[in-house]
């Protein structure tokens, strides 16, 4: 029962844990939705960014930018802190290796003997191999496509998903990301391996200038082991070279447990994921010699230097914190001020229009406004041209401008949910206003607008101008 427990102890287990936890996640996050809206979606074709549950058109998307610098920067202050613990730990480059190759290809299929050595590839000379292999690609083939799926279900939602499976022949794009990315994968986990983590990825060379004496990592406590490289970086095999005082055994269960082929005792190196495999395998080793490990998940200020416990709130920390918490911040507030219906006006080229009726010249300016619904609901807009004024309080308030009356609509109309309509709209000037040079006279207006079924929460105000003519232009009009 003992030994049990101490299985569970390891960092293996734990991450294996953790897998298990971001995958579930990750797999129903997707499904799940509140007032029509998703934890994150980005669709291109209904033009929104859902975030949080909240949803933003694209006419909102100031909040992406937000989004983006928290990931990075979240990610490289993770960094600076913990090595590569995303590379190890939540990786799904890492998750999808470790579920082939030590829950497929070492649990199920047995063609490993133990998930223990890394080092020995898989002798596929052999027919049974062979089709254990063939077997494997295809389970690599499902998976792949499962995550495939589940990647574009953040920017396609499943109730739509699968609708466009169906009809793949009207979605050509769609169909050839959801493939691209599925061939990727499988040319990833079943040919690059490892390789992926130690020749392509950008974040391995990007930890070399992250890292410092506090960043957590596997580190090799040389103190107590002993120097295993000399000055050529050569390994030292024979233990008779050691030191007697040195606990390094050179059992070498630490190399051949890396899944990125490489020896923590060279010190840091950019192969490193911090999956802490070799942490286990020493604590294992030396547990039976009745020593700590050799091996610890420490940082180097720690372990090697020996100059105190690692200091986790340093300057550069702090200055990462203060960082994300004023993105955070500003999210927050953009995200507050987020509007629940959006106008575009675009004034017609035209400046004016003139017409002479029975109670004289009339002045007209016209506009296109597009209207946009952003709740899940429809809803009856109007608007009218208004005036801000200060009230006996001092509070800014809108009144209706009197020198102005809508022409065109006549009545409110309905946008259904999440749609856009376009209106062509007529204001008319009630009372002429002139410039003494007599050119035309350009006045700033404001467009109040509002939804007929709840005016107090759903209502913005957009700026615009109206035209009048020249006095004398306006007097031939009249003629």
């Not at 082939?100 to 070492?106: F, V």
């Not at 700590?292 to 914190?321: D, H, M």
Request: aromatic share 14%; net charge positive.
């Amino acid at each position: 029962m003992a030994e049990k427990t101490n299985k569970k102890l390891t960092f293996r287990y734990k991450r294996n844990v953790f897998f298990v936890f971001v995958a579930l996640f990750t797999w129903s996050i997707p499904w799940v939705v509140i007032d029509g809206n998703h934890f994150f979606l980005l669709s291109f074709d209904h033009k929104k960014l859902d975030l949080l549950f909240v949803s933003f058109s694209m006419q909102e998307l100031y909040m992406l930018p937000f989004i983006l610098m928290i990931l990075f920067i979240g990610i490289f202050g993770l960094t600076v802190v913990a090595g590569r613990a995303f590379c190890g730990w939540a990786c799904p480059q890492t998750m999808f290796r470790v579920a082939l190759r030590d829950l497929i290809e070492t649990t199920i299929f047995k063609l490993r003997r133990s998930y223990k050595n890394k080092q020995k590839e898989v002798d596929y000379s052999l027919t049974k191999n062979k089709v254990k292999k063939g077997v494997i690609v295809i389970i690599a083939f499902i998976l792949a496509g499962f995550a495939s799926a589940n990647f574009m279900w953040f920017f396609v939602p499943p109730e739509e998903f699968f609708g466009y499976l169906q009809n793949w022949d009207e979605h050509p794009v769609f169909i050839g990301f959801h493939i691209a990315i599925a061939l990727f994968l499988v040319y990833d986990i079943v040919v690059m391996k490892e390789n992926f983590c130690v020749y392509v990825c950008p974040y391995s060379r990007v930890q070399s200038v992250l890292y410092d004496d506090d960043t957590l990592m596997a580190v090799y406590d040389y103190n107590r082991g002993g120097v295993i490289y000399d000055h050529h970086d050569k390994i030292v095999t024979d233990t008779k070279q050691l030191q007697p005082e040195n606990e390094c055994t050179t059992c070498e269960a630490c190399v051949t447990i890396c899944p990125t082929h490489i020896d923590i005792r060279q010190g840091l190196q950019l192969e490193c994921i911090n999956c802490l495999e070799c942490v286990d395998a020493c604590t294992k080793v030396m547990g039976k010699l009745g020593k700590p490990s050799l091996v610890e998940w420490s940082s180097a200020r720690q372990t090697e230097l020996k100059e105190g416990p690692t200091r986790f709130f340093r300057p550069t920390v702090l200055g990462y914190i203060v960082v994300l918490v004023g993105l955070l911040t500003g999210m927050i507030i953009a995200g507050s001020t987020k509007e629940y219906m959006q106008l575009n006006i675009n004034k017609e080229t035209r400046q004016y229009k003139l017409e002479k009726t029975d109670q004289g010249v009339e002045i007209s300016n016209i506009y296109n406004f597009l209207f946009e619904n952003t709740e899940p609901q429809t809803h009856r807009y109007f608007f009218d041209v208004r005036k801000k004024v200060t009230d006996a309080d001092g509070k800014v308030i809108y009144v209706k401008d009197e020198n102005f009356k809508v022409i065109r609509p006549k009545e409110a109309f309905r946008v259904k949910a999440r749609k856009t309509r376009k209106k062509a709209v007529i204001i008319q000037a009630t009372s002429l206003r002139t410039k003494d040079d007599g050119s035309s006279l350009v006045v700033p207006i404001i467009i109040y607008a509002y939804a007929v079924d709840d005016a107090q929460r759903i209502v913005i105000t957009r700026p615009t101008i109206f035209i009048y003519p020249s006095k004398q232009k306006y007097k031939a009009a009249g003629k």
